[in-house]
């Protein structure tokens, strides 16, 4: 079943495309294939194969899940939000966690209790209220003057995370309690209260982290150990 929509309410259903314009509700025993958000859409649950925003807003009163979430707009979840992948251009909050299995692209900003995923890249504005876990994190802010023009002043202040475990860490113009990682590089006014490092530890001359933590390998001290027994 197919439903182009221009507002109203979504009768539950199992959809293959849903498309909806103008301020439509949908209700919460509505499934679908592909949802394309145009207008302004209100639900309470939101579950589907695929999340594709054409410029429109997805609220959601509890969680959204999905297989995949992309296109540009904004998207709002009261609860988790679960997908498998997004590339996403906009704006998204959830006030739990984010997980996302295979990976996260994001140009615009994201604000979530914690992350949870594999890989991710974001360009923009990021707030992490409790934990970013993930295997390689790279945050990096956009560069424009539109920003202070129409008031966007989220977008002008440093991305804000509390803490990070991590494989890989590559962050600018962001602060941070505590990274726990391998590979740690730090640029363009990155401050960070304490960093565990294993691996390699970089910093440009505009970033500082106040404590340094070089996590050795046990094995390898005991087999420095028993090679100067040998010796």
């Known amino acids: 079943m197919n439903l182009n929509t221009f507002g109203g309410y979504i009768k539950g259903g199992d959809y293959d495309v849903l498309i909806t314009h103008g301020n439509a509700m949908m209700r919460e025993d509505v499934t679908f294939d592909t949802l394309v958000v145009k207008g302004i859409l209100q639900t309470t649950v939101c579950r589907g194969r695929r999340i594709v925003m054409d410029g429109g807003i997805l609220n959601s009163s509890r969680e959204i899940v999905s297989d995949s979430l992309s296109g540009h707009g904004r998207i709002c979840a009261q609860q988790h939000i679960s997908t498998q992948k997004i590339a996403f251009i906009g704006d998204m909050e959830t006030n739990s966690r984010l997980t996302v299995e295979q990976g996260i692209r994001v140009n615009g900003s994201i604000n979530a209790k914690s992350l949870v995923t594999p890989r991710a890249k974001i360009t923009g504005h990021t707030r992490i209220a409790e934990c970013a876990e993930t295997g390689k994190l790279e945050i990096k802010p956009i560069h424009t003057a539109m920003f202070e023009r129409f008031g966007m002043n989220e977008y002008l202040e440093p991305s804000n995370i509390q803490r990070i475990n991590a494989t ?20 363009g006014h990155t401050h960070v209260e304490r960093v565990i490092y294993e691996g390699d530890l970089r910093l440009d001359k505009t970033s500082s982290v106040r404590l340094i933590e070089h996590r050795w390998d046990m094995e390898d001290d005991e087999d420095d150990e028993l090679q100067r027994k040998v010796a």
């Not at 890989?168 to 640029?187: E, F, M, P, W």
Request: glycine share 4%; aromatic share 4%; charged share 10%.
């Open 168 to 187: 890989n860490v590559v962050l600018c113009n962001t602060n941070c309690q505590k990274i726990d990682a391998g590979y740690v590089a730090l640029s």
